[in-house]
């Protein structure tokens, strides 16, 4: 081994410290906590929150189209790596930086033509029970809604229990893994609040979330909302 590679070497190691001690302590990683999460959350409404308001509450990163974004919270940890290609390679072989980790929330909302939210999803990896949540602007006008809904529902093989429209509520249960949808209508506002209560690397986690999806995907597709 000559010198001259030691003496490299030696560089890059004091490189790396040098990363590590200034920008460790400035840019740590962070956990995202659960209620931090959820006050955010309950700041949006359906029918009510603009695009600014959107942006003022979680922030403005966001993958975005002209009426569909999305905010992923994750936790993230300070990681200094080695390089392997890129500019400047032989100069600074490293990358430093905070990177995310675990998933911990997942927020998808859609936007009528006046830039207000019409769809909103919700959806938690915290700990289980797993919980998601769904509002959606339903039509004035066309299709009774919880007959709708419950009809879908049981096209992808959920159980309709308790149907009550004065109460405008009733539950659906997944035949297959017991998890449960909790329905809800409040005026022009459909609400589905869903409990998966299996382990996400359990196959009755996955069952469900593949029937979950079917059921939402269906409603955004139906007449019954806009």
């Not at 030696?10 to 209620?35: D, K, P, W």
């Not at 675990?102 to 936007?111: D, E, G, P, Q």
């Not at 469900?208 to 909302?225: D, P, Q, W």
Request: glycine share 8%.
């Amino acid at each position: 081994m000559t010198s001259n590679t030691i003496s490299q070497r030696r560089f890059h190691a004091l490189v790396m410290l040098a990363l590590v001690a200034i920008y460790g302590c400035t840019n740590s990683g962070q956990m995202i906590a659960e209620g931090t999460i959820e006050d955010r959350i309950a700041r949006l409404r359906v029918g009510e929150t603009t695009k600014s308001d959107v942006e003022q509450i979680l922030g403005l990163d966001h993958d975005t189209d002209r009426n569909r974004w999305s905010y992923n919270f994750s936790d993230t940890v300070y990681e200094v790596a080695e390089r392997r290609y890129g500019p400047a390679l032989g100069i600074l072989p490293f990358n430093a930086g905070v990177v995310p980790t675990n998933t911990r929330a997942v927020v998808l909302m859609s936007f009528n033509d006046s830039g207000v939210i019409k769809h909103l999803e919700v959806a938690r990896f915290f700990d289980d029970p797993f919980i998601n949540d769904y509002w959606y602007l339903v039509k004035k006008a066309g299709a009774e809604p919880l007959d709708s809904i419950a009809t879908l529902a049981e096209s992808v093989g959920m159980k309709v229990v308790g149907l009550d429209k004065d109460a405008g509520t009733f539950t659906l249960e997944d035949i297959g893994t017991k998890a449960k949808i909790a329905v809800k209508l409040e005026g022009y506002t459909m609400h589905l609040n869903s409990r998966n209560p299996h382990h996400r690397l359990a196959p009755e986690y996955r069952a469900f979330i593949k029937r979950e999806y079917a059921l939402t995907s269906g409603i955004i597709g139906s007449e019954v909302v806009q």
